[in-house]
């Protein structure tokens, strides 16, 4: 039986995007591979349709959290003052990068379950020392949240401030308005919305925001990455197979036929569950208006604990994913990337059926 997974990435892959790893061993250093490159960030570029002469798309070999840093790292000059928006494990992550780095920041914590409040947001902007940046998370994956960019955006506009965007989990599932939500740069990853492997992560940031880099990180300095790669070169040895599944993941993405076809084919998905577990009694603890397509966050059900529930869903091929910190005891979280049908869901409400028997 194949497992599939249902946690936010990494994702059940594609026969397709599978057999592209089998292509021939690469040197980094070949023009081959610096085609590669090439086609991965037109391609990166290609899915929100951004201008490249406005817009690059900068590589990295990591994670997803990496290219959040890089970005973080990289894209706050030297000067600069950065309000970190926080509504989620997520938001927290980018507060500790910048006090890793010693970034002068901000942070304005909202509950977990809340959406960013607008009025609180105006008014730290509006109140203290200005700030240049504001980092937020565009789709929580902690609760499942889908934060509102053009809002966010609009003060940060009126204000002189951009947007820094973890898009990690929205990133070609979910509409990005760059310029209406004046985003300077947003970080994503290949293995989960683009249905990639882990290994290959990136941030697409605007070219004046790469211009006034400031140099903090090593590994991961943007500008340098960006630079060498507008040249045909990199720095270090890339993850020469992770291209390989996020060149041909966004060949098939292509095919597919882009963000919106993939947000359609999520958003049934993900009501199918979210009806499916309705009817059994299980409540998403959002309404579907405020949440991704991505995934959604579910009550347990009363009497079951996380562990005996993943066990027996495993059991039955299906990978879920835990809450995190105290939302580990209250929730648990269905995510419908990757290579998953509507008769994989079907077996999926099957499964809750057979557990209460
Ligand atoms: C998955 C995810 C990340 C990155 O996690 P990695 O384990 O480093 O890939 C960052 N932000 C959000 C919102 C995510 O969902």
New binding site residues.
């Given amino acids: 039986m194949k497992t599939l997974l249902l946690n936010?990435?990494p994702v059940t892959l594609t026969e397709r995007v599978r057999q592209s790893l089998l292509q021939p061993d690469l040197c980094h250093r070949e023009s081959e591979f610096y085609d590669l490159q090439d086609e991965a960030r037109q391609r990166l570029l290609d899915v929100y349709r951004l201008d490249p002469q406005e817009w690059s798309a900068v590589l990295m070999t990591a994670?997803?959290?990496?290219a959040?840093e890089s970005m973080i790292a990289s894209l706050v000059p030297q000067h600069g003052k950065l309000l970190v928006v926080q509504n989620g494990v997520?938001g927290e992550?980018i507060a500790n990068i910048a006090k890793q780095y010693g970034i002068a920041y901000e942070t304005l914590a909202h509950d977990w379950m809340d959406a960013p409040d607008l009025a609180r947001i105006a008014a730290c902007l509006d109140t203290s020392e200005p700030f240049t940046h504001v980092a937020v998370?565009h789709?929580?994956?902690t609760t499942g949240r889908l934060n509102d960019l053009c809002q966010i955006g609009a003060l940060c506009r009126e204000r002189g401030a951009q947007l820094l965007v973890?898009a990690?989990?929205s990133f070609g599932a979910e509409a990005i308005d760059f310029s209406e939500a004046n985003i300077a740069a947003v970080a994503a990853?290949a293995?989960?919305c683009l249905h990639g492997v882990?290994g290959a992560?990136f941030v697409v940031a605007r070219h004046e925001a790469i211009e006034r880099a400031a140099s903090r990180a090593y590994y991961l300095d943007l500008a340098r990455l960006a630079r060498l790669q507008a040249q045909r070169n990199t720095p270090f040895t890339p993850s020469v197979h992770a291209y390989y599944a996020l060149v041909e993941a966004l060949r098939e993405f292509e095919d597919e036929g882009g963000v919106s076809t993939r947000h359609a084919r999520y958003a049934a998905l993900a009501e199918q569950v979210r009806g499916g577990l309705a009817s059994r009694g299980i409540a998403s603890i959002l309404p579907p208006e405020q949440s991704s397509v991505v995934l959604r966050a579910y009550d347990l059900p009363p009497g079951i604990a996380y562990e005996p529930l993943h066990d027996a869903l495993k059991a039955r091929g299906f990978v879920i994913y835990a809450g995190q910190g105290d939302l580990s005891k209250r929730l648990f979280r269905i995510s419908t990337m990757g290579d998953i049908n509507a008769s994989d869901i079907e077996r999926l409400l099957q499964a809750f059926d057979e557990l209460r028997r």
């Fill in positions: 936010p990435g994670s997803g959290t990496g959040v997520y992550r998370v789709h929580e994956t973890d990690v989990s990853t293995n989960k882990p992560s």
